[in-house]
């Protein structure tokens, strides 16, 4: 098992401070690092990935220094956002190259287990130069794979890639974060996150804004009352008892859904199933309407 | 050395439009040569004169130029380097497979072109192709190794290199003798004029005597090795402009 | 949340879609057109040449190479000064083609800069998406860089010009030995920039169109020189002025001498009469042109290369 340790990690480019103190651990599972574009995720995944130093504090992978360190890099698989490539070369070669490269035993299995794994192996033979933006990223998915390391540092991954090779390329990293792999990935598009990492860090500013899951970072929120929006059998009657039971800030009625505000979730959740039962009214749907990331990560940035 | 890096640097240079430049530069030198053949009758008095200055003062630094640079600069600017540099391939070794295979390749272009020059434009008993040929062998091996460093080290590296190989080696050192003493073209002719020594029709002159000459040129290639893979220890990851 | 309603498409089918206005505004004002689109882009290249507009690392060459081409004139006007010379070491127009190697290298730096880049991000498309024509950019870049070399030679032989002022030579003849200089600088950058666009046009590696230009450009150099003095040895002076327009920096020097009588540079540039300094201009004439239409054909396919 490895982890990856970063404290007090800042970086500086002249005036500028793309990452401000950071602190985190990232273990075994999948994480997803999420922030805006120019968060400074890139230069973070740099520092991890021994290509950048901190500027101050310390990046570590089980307690060794990643920077000037390539003897690393054999349990480090790196997915680089740079596009190009050693064009001339057919994906088999360049898959083959890295194996060679990363002494890997038995380079030839491995790099044709690599490109299954990708499900590139029917372009085996094509030349990596006139390959798609999609298939170019499963490439360097195979050349972080292709030796097996147990960390893998993925940057912007699912760039470039259409729905079926995503959904495929998430069921990989859920699994290898199963299998005990510390996986990090970074991304902006909250769907992919939201699917498949267990944990994010969210970085806005440099800063680090939430680390955990993010449900439970919701609820960590609490100066944002939690919105709910219910369906039920009799919605006009059943906000006059809501309104009336004084567990909701607020309650909007539209024609067929009820929006309820709550900062005090416990209470109102317990007290909903009550207020409708002593109404007579049926339940339909109780949803919240702002625990998805997309919300977490609105209040997070907003900040 | 990996054996690996060598591959793909050899790739990288016979693989690309460069090696044409290379290829036309040479079909140049043989072009040049024969033309001096035809005009002087010929004379190896014109033919060294021919070799020399435009086959080892021009055109074997340039070739050399395109080759140093041409080992790493394109992998350092479009960020493929990436992936012989996330490997656990200590740099030295990076900069070591790479440096062979240019040298290799620089050493066999440049002399090629020189030697095979030489027997058209005019020679003596083989002489001017043989110090001109050993000449460019030595030359190239310390211009690759100083063409590669100003490769990891600078963003304009073919023109940092060309205002060193002809603005610093070739103009300047005409107006400023003390800058001959620091030129790899002044090195490596000095076994050139020992070859030549006796010689009456080819007359090569080199301002240093053999040994410091031989010294300077390992001390050149050494210390920009020793620099490049200093520096590629450090490379950020740096994204093109 | 908005409301659902109902809307009628222009065949006259209800439909419960929307389009929401939601604020983009409808630009319906006047519009600067082609005319305005083409300036930019020439001021743009312009600019761009010597790093304007751009972070201070990419302006380090060109200025540098600047004051590298300039120094000498300094050095010679200073000695003028001093020593009380009657005329200047190098002409106004003898000083561009004499030390050609840094004009070489200036624009061996800035024509893949000017092309390379748009080649490889594939963004032609997006530039003949806009008012702009095919012609326009490249005449845009053409001129554009065109200007930034006219500029960068017109330096030193306006600080030749300034020194012959103070070291008090007769004013008529510096202002016309001066306008005589930008002319020709004017036809050195012109003839340059063709050749050099046309090089780097074939290439989206910068590094590689920088060779591409400067081993062209440095080489011809060497390799005319070798010509004419063979043809001169089998031949005559004259017959080498012939061969001589093969190098761009020979063929300006002959076609000074041609326009404007002053003295060439190199040997073998002199052109031989009035034959002689119509096949000059004429070489010019079919050089340029002939690279402007291969740079037409260049970008004719909207991703180019």
């Given amino acids: ?303 | ?241 | 949340m908005t409301s659902q309603e109902s809307a009628v498409t222009p065949d006259g089918v209800a439909t419960d879609s929307v389009i929401h206005d939601i604020g983009f505004r409808h630009y319906d004002g006047p519009r600067l057109g082609r005319g305005w689109a083409f300036r930019s882009l020439f001021y743009e290249t312009l600019r761009g040449s010597f790093g304007l507009g751009r972070p201070a690392k990419v302006k380090i060459m060109p200025w540098v190479l600047i004051v590298l081409f300039a120094l000498p004139s300094l050095v010679m006007v200073a000695i003028t000064i001093l020593t009380a010379s009657e005329e200047l070491p190098l002409s106004y127009t003898m000083y561009p083609v004499a030390i050609s190697l840094v004009v070489s290298l200036f624009i061996a730096g800035r024509a893949p800069y000017a092309v390379s880049r748009d080649l490889r991000d594939g963004i032609m498309p997006l530039y003949l998406s806009r008012p702009i024509r095919r012609q326009d950019y490249v005449y845009a870049k053409l001129l554009g860089l065109s200007a930034a070399v006219w500029i960068f030679v017109a330096t030193p032989v306006t600080i030749l010009f300034i020194g012959a002022l103070l070291a008090k030579f007769s004013v008529k003849d510096a202002i016309f030995g001066w306008l005589g200089g930008l002319l020709m600088a004017a036809v050195l950058s012109i003839l340059l920039t063709s050749i050099s666009l046309v090089l780097a046009s074939f290439t989206k590696r910068k590094g590689l169109g920088v060779a591409a230009v400067l081993s062209t450009l440095i080489l011809l150099n060497g390799f005319v020189a070798v010509l004419v003095s063979v043809v001169d040895m089998q031949s005559s002076e004259t017959a080498a002025s012939y061969f001589a327009v093969l190098d761009p920096y020979m063929l300006v020097d002959g076609l000074g001498a041609a326009w404007l009588g002053v003295d060439t540079t190199f040997l073998y540039s002199q052109p031989d009469g009035a034959l002689g300094a119509v096949y000059y201009s004429a070489v010019l004439l079919v050089v340029v042109t002939g690279c402007v239409a291969i740079l037409l054909r260049r970008f004719k396919k909207v991703g180019g290369v």
């Avoid at chain 1, 230069?43 to 060794?64: A, C, W």
């Avoid at chain 2, 290379?22 to 190896?44: E, F, H, N």
């Avoid at chain 2, 020992?194 to 010689?199: R, W, Y």
Wanted: aromatic share 6%; with cysteine.
């Fill in chain 2, 1 to 241: 050395m990996n054996v690996v890096i060598m591959r793909l640097t050899l790739r990288a240079l016979l693989g690309s439009r460069r090696v044409w430049i290379l290829v036309g530069m040479a079909a140049l030198l043989w072009i040049v040569a024969g033309l001096s053949r035809w005009g002087s009758g010929a004379d190896v008095g014109t033919a060294t004169g021919v070799i020399v200055n435009f086959g080892f003062g021009t055109l074997v630094p340039i070739m050399c130029l395109l080759v140093g640079t041409g080992a790493v600069a394109p992998e350092i600017e479009d960020g493929s380097i990436v992936y012989l540099l996330a490997k656990p391939v200590p740099r030295r070794t990076v900069v070591l497979s790479k440096l062979i295979v240019a040298m290799a390749v620089a050493v066999a272009f440049s002399v090629i072109s020189i030697v095979v020059a030489a027997q058209i434009a005019g020679d003596a008993e083989g002489q001017l192709a043989l110090s001109m040929g050993v000449a460019s062998a030595l030359a190239s091996i310390a211009y690759v190794a100083v063409f590669f460093m100003i490769g990891v080290v600078s963003r304009n590296s073919i023109i940092v290199g060309l205002i060193y190989a002809m603005l610093w080696e070739g103009t300047l050192a005409g107006y400023v003798p003390g800058v001959r003493a620091v030129s790899v073209r002044q090195w490596a002719l000095a076994p050139a004029e020992q070859i030549v020594e006796d010689n009456s029709v080819i007359s090569i002159a080199s301002d240093l005597p053999l040994v410091p000459a031989i010294v300077l040129l390992v001390l050149a290639t050494v210390v920009s090795t020793i620099v490049s893979v200093q520096r590629l220890k450090v490379l950020s990851a740096r994204v093109s402009e």
């Fill in chain 1, 1 to 303: 098992m490895s982890t990856i340790e970063l404290h007090g990690v800042s970086r500086w480019f002249g005036n500028v401070v793309a990452v401000n103190d950071v602190t985190m651990s990232i273990g075994p599972g999948v994480t997803g690092l999420l922030g805006p574009n120019g968060a400074g995720k890139s230069t973070l995944l740099s520092m991890m990935g021994g290509f950048l130093p901190p500027s101050s504090g310390t990046v570590t992978i089980d307690g060794v220094p990643v920077w000037r360190n390539p003897e690393l890099y054999s349990g480090i698989g790196l997915v680089p956002e740079t596009e190009a490539m050693f064009d001339a070369m057919t994906a088999y070669e360049f898959v083959l190259a890295n194996a060679r490269l990363h002494r890997v035993d038995d380079p030839a299995s491995a790099t044709v287990a690599a490109l299954e794994q990708v499900e590139l192996i029917e372009a085996r033979d094509r030349k990596v130069g006139t390959f798609s933006k999609g298939m170019k990223q499963r490439v360097k998915m195979a050349t972080a794979l292709v030796h097996k390391p147990k960390v893998l540092l993925l940057d912007e991954p699912f760039n470039g890639m259409d729905p079926r090779q995503r959904l495929h390329l998430l069921e990989l990293l859920q699994r290898l974060g199963d299998e005990g792999h510390t996986v990090l990935f970074s991304s902006h598009i909250l769907e992919e996150v939201e699917d498949v990492a267990g944990t994010i860090e969210v970085i806005v500013a440099g800063r680090q804004a939430a680390s955990g899951d993010f449900r439970s970072i919701r609820r960590l929120m609490t100066e944002r009352p939690h919105q709910y929006t219910v369906t039920s059998s009799d919605n006009r009657a059943l906000a006059a008892a809501i309104i009336a039971d004084g567990s909701a800030d607020a309650v909007n009625l539209t024609s067929d859904v009820l929006s309820i505000q709550a900062s005090d979730f416990g209470r109102f959740v317990h007290a909903l199933p009550r207020i409708a039962r002593d109404a007579g009214i049926a339940l339909h749907d109780v949803t919240p309407a702002d625990e998805s990331l997309e919300s977490v990560f609105a209040y997070l940035v907003a900040r």
